[in-house]
C-alpha cells in the first residue's frame, strides 16, 4: 500500500535554482509560493535552512490560523490567498534557503528560495553645493540618509578619499534619529574653504557589512540627486573650455 502511495505521489520544486531574493538588513522581504486556488488538504510548512540547520518558520492550518516560531515569532506572516511569506525585520541570520511545503489531497508540493542578506540599505540624497551665507570663501555641502540599520555613519569622500576635519575643513554630524516607521535618519553638513576640483560625495559606513546606497531624493524636497549634481558640474567645467576655444578661433581668424 505504501509503495503504490509512493508511486502517486509527486513533488514539484520550483525556485530551486533561481536567482537568490536579496534581502537588506531591518528590511522586509517577500517569500514567493503559491498554493493559490488549491484544495489544501494539511498544514502549509515554512522551513528554511540556514547556518544553523534546520528550523521551522511558520505553519498555517487548514482552518487558517498561523504560528510562527522561535525568532521569527512576530516578523514572519503568510498571506492566506497564495502562502506567500512576509519576513520583517530581517537580522543576518535569516539568510538561507526557504522551502513552502502544501498538500493538495495526497499530493506534496513544495517551492525553495534562497534569501540572501546582502547588507544595509540607505537612500541618500545629497543637496546641491551652495556658499555659506555672508561668507563666499565657504562652501557648504548638506547630506541626508535613510535607512532601518543604526550602525552605522554618515560620511563625505572626495575622490574616493574620506575627508575629515581640517583647518580648513569642518563637518559635523547628528547621531541617528529614529522615525515611527522603523527608519534612521541621518545627517551631515561639510564646510570648506578649499575649492577643490571634483564634488565630495556621502556615503554610508556600516560596521562589519556593506552598505548598499541609492542616491535618491524624496519628492518634493527640490534636492538633486547626485547624479544630476554631476552633471551641472559637468557643464561647468565645459564653460571655460568652451571659452577658450572660441577666443583661440577669434584670434586665429585675425591672424589670417
Ligand atoms: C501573495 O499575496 C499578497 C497579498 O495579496 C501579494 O502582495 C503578493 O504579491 C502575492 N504573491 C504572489 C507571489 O503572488
Ligand atoms: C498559481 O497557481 C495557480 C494554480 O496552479 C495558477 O493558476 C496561477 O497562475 C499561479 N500563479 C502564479 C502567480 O504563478
Ligand atoms: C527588530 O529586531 C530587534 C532585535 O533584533 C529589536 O530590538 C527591534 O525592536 C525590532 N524592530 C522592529 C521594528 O520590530
Ligand atoms: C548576495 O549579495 C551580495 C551583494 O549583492 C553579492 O555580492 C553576493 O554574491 C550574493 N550572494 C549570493 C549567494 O548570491
Ligand atoms: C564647525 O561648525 C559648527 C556648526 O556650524 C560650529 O559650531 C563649530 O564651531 C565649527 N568648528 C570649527 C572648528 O570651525
Ligand atoms: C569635526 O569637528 C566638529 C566640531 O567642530 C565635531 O563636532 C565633529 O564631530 C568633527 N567631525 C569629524 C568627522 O570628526
Same mark, same amino acid.
Given at each position: ?5 509512493? @508511486? ?31 484544495? @489544501? ?17 511558520? !505553519? @498555517?492550518?487548514? %482552518? &487558517? ?10 516578523? =514572519? ?11 520583517? &525585520?530581517?537580522?543576518? !541570520?535569516?539568510?538561507? #534557503? ?12 513544495? $517551492?525553495?528560495? #534562497?534569501?540572501?542578506? $546582502?547588507?544595509?540599505?540607505? &537612500?541618500? /540624497?545629497?543637496?546641491? =553645493? ?12 548638506? /547630506?541626508? =540618509?535613510?535607512?532601518?540599520?543604526? !550602525? ?32 534612521? #535618519? ?30 535618491? /531624493?524624496?519628492?518634493?524636497? %527640490? ?7 554631476? /552633471? ?13 576655444? %572660441? ?10
Amino acid at each position: 500500500m505504501r509503495t503504490f502511495l509512493g @508511486l502517486f505521489m509527486m513533488m514539484i520544486v520550483s525556485g530551486d535554482n533561481e536567482v537568490p531574493i536579496n534581502g537588506f538588513l531591518k528590511d522586509s522581504v517577500l517569500l514567493p509560493c503559491n498554493c493559490s486556488g488549491r484544495n @489544501l488538504s494539511r498544514v502549509v510548512k515554512w522551513q528554511m535552512e540556514g547556518l544553523n540547520g534546520l528550523s521551522r518558520v511558520l !505553519e @498555517l492550518d487548514v %482552518g &487558517n490560523t498561523s504560528d510562527s516560531f522561535d525568532r521569527y515569532k512576530g516578523r =514572519a506572516k503568510i498571506f492566506v490567498a497564495n502562502c506567500s511569506l512576509l519576513l520583517t &525585520n530581517i537580522t543576518a !541570520e535569516d539568510q538561507g #534557503k526557504y522551502t513552502c511545503r502544501f498538500y493538495v489531497q495526497e499530493l506534496y508540493m513544495y $517551492s525553495v528560495r #534562497k534569501l540572501n542578506i $546582502s547588507a544595509a540599505k540607505y &537612500n541618500v /540624497c545629497q543637496q546641491p =553645493a551652495r556658499n555659506l551665507d555672508g561668507d563666499v570663501r565657504v562652501m557648504v555641502f548638506q /547630506c541626508d =540618509a535613510t535607512g532601518r540599520y543604526r !550602525e552605522a555613519e554618515i560620511q563625505w569622500y572626495l575622490d574616493g578619499e574620506l575627508l575629515s576635519n581640517s583647518s580648513k575643513t569642518n563637518i559635523t554630524h547628528t547621531s541617528p534619529v529614529g522615525t515611527p516607521t522603523g527608519h534612521y #535618519k541621518f545627517k551631515t553638513t561639510l564646510f570648506t574653504q578649499f575649492e577643490w576640483t571634483a564634488e565630495p560625495i556621502c556615503g554610508m559606513k556600516v560596521k562589519g557589512i556593506p552598505s548598499h546606497i541609492e542616491y535618491v /531624493c524624496e519628492e518634493g524636497t %527640490g534636492y538633486f540627486t547626485s547624479q544630476q549634481q554631476k /552633471c551641472s558640474m559637468r557643464y561647468f567645467k565645459i564653460i571655460p573650455i568652451v571659452l577658450v576655444l %572660441g577666443l583661440s578661433l577669434v584670434l586665429w581668424c585675425r591672424w589670417n
